[in-house]
């Protein structure tokens, strides 16, 4: 199993950044897609986005769009999502995970590797 680590999660107040990365020492995960999801408190995990293997398509859920933006360096082994205009409700605990496909998705069943995890707080 692929080991993922997340990093750049922290406290925020509404309306800032915060950019979270995730990285891999996997030599072949440039072959996958890429994906982040996030959990609240007492909620299910929900998909924030995706990026395909070749650093496109990207995906975005509608709560996000316009506001977060995936992209990824492989010759980095990284991932990134920068988050602008962050609002409360973008509270959680972001995940990052590996797909077994090289294009994008959103479906948690598509993703066989997590990481643990970085807190996110937006409060003023």
């Known amino acids: 199993q692929l080991q993922l680590v997340e990093s750049g999660g922290g406290l925020v107040q509404p309306g800032g950044s915060l950019r979270l990365s995730c990285s891999t020492s996997?030599?072949?995960?440039?072959?996958?897609?890429i994906g982040w999801f996030r959990q609240a408190p007492g909620k299910e995990r929900e998909g924030v986005s995706s990026?395909?293997?070749?650093?496109?398509?990207?995906r975005y859920a509608d709560s996000v769009e316009g506001r977060f933006t995936i992209f990824r360096d492989n010759a980095k082994n990284m991932v990134y999502l920068q988050m602008n205009s962050l609002k409360p409700e973008d509270t959680g605990i972001y995940y990052c995970a590996i797909s077994r496909f090289g294009t994008a998705t959103m479906r948690r069943a598509d993703f066989s590797s997590w990481g643990q995890g970085t807190q996110v707080t937006v409060s003023s």
């Open positions: 990026i395909g293997n070749g650093g496109a398509p990207t």
């Open positions: 996997s030599v072949t995960w440039n072959i996958y897609s």
